[in-house]
């Protein structure tokens, strides 16, 4: 049973790692290959259109987690979790190998947002699928360390995706060979699918799948709205937090500050050490005060702050960036340590696949995700350095709201 356990934990940690280092590689990429893809263009369009190609994963990303939602509730998480890694490393290592724009003209920008579509499409079932995977092999009364851990691991593999990108900006290489980190992610990731062979589902979701045999989506849905509704706002903020730090702080401080992007880059690689070890505490903290209270608490902090610190951002030194990214990240981190553990508290073992999956994917697909282009764009059409803040401080106060009312008159679930 130890073994069993170990096991699927590991390979859950392993599969997080590897999403997430997958995902944040193209974000961290997007300032130096925006030029690769999108042809002759100023720098600041560029780096719209490279940003704005992220949000396309609206389509796809609400389809895959109905897609593997489905499998994972109804065949099993093991069944699930295989197909989304194979579909990740497939799309990254494609990725890789894709021509410039001044090989295959516009159709370099097609090949890309279609890849990038197949990714969300995919990462949808791993990145919940994987929690939700983890914490049951997790005792009720761990899981909010536990969450902590895990989430460690999503800072892990962006950790490692800044790190490299950082030593190829040491050497002055990035856009010769951006192209080998998507090659050494995809293969990992194959690796890591062999490793998930002999995983299995957990006997809590076993008892459960036999008890609510074929319901149809609709009923599952409208019967957790509330629920629905909640983690939809948490998920956005989650995803708001993490493209501000390992996507837009790369290509926007460069642009109303004296600092490259590769100081930048290295900056947010030092940080990321700390986010990583701060996840675990959080983990603690919240399961001493309460995961809802923790998240109320870190997104009215990070709301309140942002418009003030943005103010400092125009021509500011390098320690006043890494003070306003460490501001705006902890807020994420604290939030994200129990987001998933609060997830799994409130739903039954086998809806949880669906719906987390759902309503995450679709708060992250149209909250989150987009955050890095509509910050450009306010910036743009203001020429305003804190205008990005109005954005995050609007999202940050909408899931405090959420989960505030939901706290308030928190009911069980039908089960």
């Not at 720098?43 to 190609?53: D, F, N, R, S, W």
């Not at 097609?110 to 890849?115: F, G, I, M, P, W």
């Not at 800072?155 to 040491?170: H, K, P, Q, R």
């Not at 319901?215 to 493209?243: C, M, P, Q, W």
Request: hydrophobic letters at 50%.
């Amino acid at each position: 049973m130890i073994l069993t356990t170990l096991k699927a934990r590991v390979t859950c940690i392993l599969g997080n790692l590897l999403e997430h280092y997958d995902s944040a590689l193209y974000g961290l990429l997007a300032p130096f290959i925006a030029p690769h893809f999108f042809g002759p263009t100023d720098a600041v369009t560029a780096l719209i259109m490279a940003y704005a190609i992220i949000p396309l994963g609206l389509i796809t990303k609400p389809l895959g987690s109905l897609y593997f939602g489905r499998i994972g509730d109804r065949l099993g998480r093991k069944h699930a979790l295989m197909l989304s890694l194979m579909g990740m490393a497939i799309a990254t290592i494609t990725l890789g190998c894709m021509p410039s724009y001044s090989q295959i003209g516009p159709w370099s920008i097609v090949s890309l947002a279609l890849l990038r579509m197949l990714q969300s499409f995919c990462s949808a079932g791993e990145v919940v699928g994987g929690a939700i995977f983890f914490l049951e092999h997790t005792e009720e009364s761990k899981r909010s360390v536990m969450s902590g851990w895990y989430d460690a691991s999503t800072i892990a593999g962006v950790l490692i995706a800044s790190a490299f990108v950082a030593i190829l900006c040491m050497f002055g290489s990035v856009t010769e060979n951006w192209r080998f980190l998507f090659w050494i992610g995809g293969v990992t990731a194959i690796l890591g699918v062999f490793l998930r062979i002999t995983a299995e589902d957990s006997p809590e979701y076993a008892r459960d799948k036999e008890e609510k045999k074929g319901d149809s989506l609709f009923k599952v849905l409208y019967e957790h709205r509330n629920v629905v509704f909640s983690i939809f706002l948490a998920a956005g903020f989650t995803y708001t937090t993490y493209t501000f730090a390992f996507t837009l702080i790369n290509g926007y401080v460069p642009l109303v500050t004296s600092h490259t992007k590769d100081s930048v880059i290295y900056m947010n690689t030092w940080l990321l050490l700390i986010d990583m070890c701060m996840l675990p505490l959080f983990g603690r903290i919240g399961a001493r005060i309460g995961k809802g209270r923790l998240m109320i608490l870190a997104s009215t902090f990070c709301g309140l702050g942002a418009l003030p610190l943005f103010y400092l951002l125009d021509g500011a030194s390098i320690a006043i960036v890494a003070l306003i990214r460490f501001y705006i990240v902890l807020c994420g981190v604290a939030f994200g340590a129990v987001y998933y553990a609060w997830c799994v508290e409130l739903l039954p073992p086998s809806r949880r696949y669906t719906i987390l999956a759902i309503a995450g994917s679709l708060g992250a697909q149209a909250i989150g995700v987009p955050s890095s282009a509509i910050c450009l764009w306010l910036y743009k059409s203001t020429l305003w350095v804190p205008a990005p803040a109005i954005y995050i401080t609007a999202i940050s106060l909408l899931a405090a709201f959420g989960i505030y009312r939901f706290e308030k008159k928190r009911e069980w679930v039908p089960s």
